[in-house]
């Protein structure tokens, strides 16, 4: 995903139409139509094909439309994916990010297949493990990467940090986009100004099977109640007879693995110090009858949190970040309804030109988990 140059969406520009301007570095042929295509219905499903922009210009195309969903995620091509816009901005081959009632304009380089990217390297050692299998045999094994900063040392106890979609944290050749949290780099420099413990961290491969398997597991709901104890009763258990650990334990994730923090921070808290929670779904009306709602689950407990815990809470202003934002406030409005205090008990962090991705998370993860592990 790409920053744009639009602004965050109010009230006022909710009801209205969607406005996508796209220049182009040369004329295209008379024959060439300019494509919206991305992940809503209206933009055609990642079809290729979307909504059809119409030429003002020889090197300017205009669309105007409207979307049911609140955010958007697109590209540019001209009618295949063997022709997809390399814009000047951002990440040239990477989707835009974007909500309804914006007035956007973007520019287009060149057409052609898309190139991958990688940006970002591995700091310190990185390993591919199987994560333990699930004695329920609900969960299959899939891959999991144990970092530390140097060989572990005997009898030296780690601090141990879980991470959600694990191959979008250490190495950018794993990715889905060829961007990375950067989690090694910075855990390697918070451990070398000896601002945090030496620690190991764990990231776990998201599911990939169909039918949203992946929301389903990090979400409310009776796959993710399940998915959750396998965490906590299987892979906590197993990975603290592999490794000498602290007692100290941490996680973070992002989207619909920020509310997989919020839940395991509430219903196991005994279990975790703190957790970083980035752009979470805590409530959002997704669209095509999708609904994630973690606010009712956690109404049920009477709102419990854990005192003497610790968690950061950050998220963007663009794109899905700013459909996601009402649910946080609703969240957020919660813990300031029982007396937790900001800057103590929890942290909170807006950035509003960010969008809903793995740059944006990775300006942001050395401070929240610096926070998080040390209160400051």
């Not at 998915?227 to 490794?243: G, H, I, K, N, R």
């Not at 973690?294 to 005192?307: D, M, Q, R, T, V």
Request: hydrophobic share 40%; with cysteine.
């Amino acid at each position: 995903m790409v920053s744009s140059c639009g602004v965050k969406p109010t009230a006022s520009t909710a009801s209205k139409a969607t406005r996508v301007m796209l220049t182009t570095a040369e004329a295209l042929d008379a024959s060439d139509t300019v494509w919206i295509t991305g992940y809503n219905p209206e933009l055609g499903g990642w079809s290729g094909r979307g909504v059809a922009m119409q030429r003002s210009a020889s090197h300017e195309w205009r669309a105007e439309f409207q979307t049911k969903d609140s955010a958007m995620a697109f590209k540019f091509t001209l009618g295949s994916w063997a022709k997809e816009a390399r814009l000047s901005a951002g990440r040239p081959f990477g989707d835009v990010a974007g909500y309804r009632g914006m007035d956007t304009a973007f520019h287009a380089l060149a057409f052609s297949a898309a190139q991958r990217l990688n940006d970002g390297q591995v700091t310190g050692l990185l390993t591919e493990r199987l994560t333990p299998p699930d004695p329920k045999g609900l969960f299959p094994q899939r891959p999991m990467w144990v970092w530390t900063s140097a060989p572990i040392i005997q009898g030296q106890k780690y601090d141990l940090l879980l991470l959600s979609d694990g191959q979008n944290c250490f190495d950018p050749a794993k990715t889905s986009f060829g961007v990375d949290w950067a989690v090694d780099e910075a855990l390697a420099q918070l451990e070398a100004a000896g601002e945090i413990p030496p620690t190991i961290a764990i990231g776990l491969q998201c599911s990939f099977d169909p039918d949203n398997q992946r929301r389903k597991e990090y979400g409310p709901g009776a796959v993710g109640d399940a998915y959750a104890e396998y965490l906590t009763q299987t892979l906590l258990p197993w990975v603290e007879s592999e490794f000498n650990l602290s007692g100290r334990r941490y996680f973070a994730g992002s989207s619909m693995g920020g509310i997989l923090g919020f839940r395991l921070m509430h219903g196991y808290p005994e279990l975790w110090d703190g957790i970083v929670s980035f752009s979470p779904a805590i409530y959002i009306e997704a669209g095509g009858g999708l609904v994630v709602d973690g606010l009712s689950p956690w109404k049920a407990k009477n709102y419990f949190w854990p005192e003497g815990k610790r968690a950061y809470f950050y998220n963007g202003g663009v794109g899905l970040d700013a459909a996601l934002q009402p649910g946080i406030d609703r969240m957020l409005e919660q813990l300031r309804a029982q007396g937790f205090k900001l800057g103590t008990d929890y942290q909170w962090k807006l950035d509003s030109k960010a969008n809903h991705d793995e740059y944006a998370w990775r300006q942001h993860f050395p401070d929240a988990y610096r926070w998080v592990a040390t209160g400051n």
